[in-house]
């Protein structure tokens, strides 16, 4: 049984920085499997954010978060960071981590690609 369990949401003026954690446990995943990001606002439908190949590294994002967050990961302690700087209202929502165990890079911004998600942590950026 895979559980992701992610942390670090909360209220933030805009221009601040939050750093979330997905802490995954449950079961051994190749390093060529990708953890992701997404998030869902009110009204909207789940949008990817941005995903790391587990072993090598390999970070890819979404063209609205480039050069502010930064994903990473802790291979010991089986746990990925999203760090997200100089954050903006519209980055209000809450955000899901989520395994994709397909090694391919395609397809990588699909919400139907990924296997196993978190229950989610609420992000609100004040204006």
């Known amino acids: 049984q895979v559980q992701l369990v992610e942390s670090g949401g909360g209220l933030v003026q805009a221009g601040g920085s939050l750093r979330l954690s997905c802490a995954c446990s449950?079961?051994?995943?190749?390093?060529?499997?990708?953890m992701g990001w997404f998030r869902q606002a009110p009204g909207k439908e789940r949008e990817f954010v941005a995903a790391?190949?587990?072993?090598?590294?390999?970070?890819y994002y979404a063209d609205s978060v480039k050069g502010r967050f930064t994903i990473s990961r802790d291979n010991a302690k089986t746990t990925v960071y999203l760090q997200m700087n100089s954050l903006k209202p519209e980055d209000t929502a809450v955000y899901y981590c989520?395994?994709?165990?397909?090694?391919?890079?395609?397809?990588?911004?699909?919400?139907?690609?990924?296997?196993?998600w978190g229950q989610g942590t609420q992000v609100t950026v004040s204006s």
């Open positions: 449950g079961r051994t995943f190749s390093s060529r499997n990708f």
């Open positions: 790391i190949r587990w072993s090598y590294g390999s970070t």
């Open positions: 989520a395994v994709r165990t397909n090694f391919l890079v395609r397809g990588l911004s699909d919400i139907n690609e990924y296997d196993y």
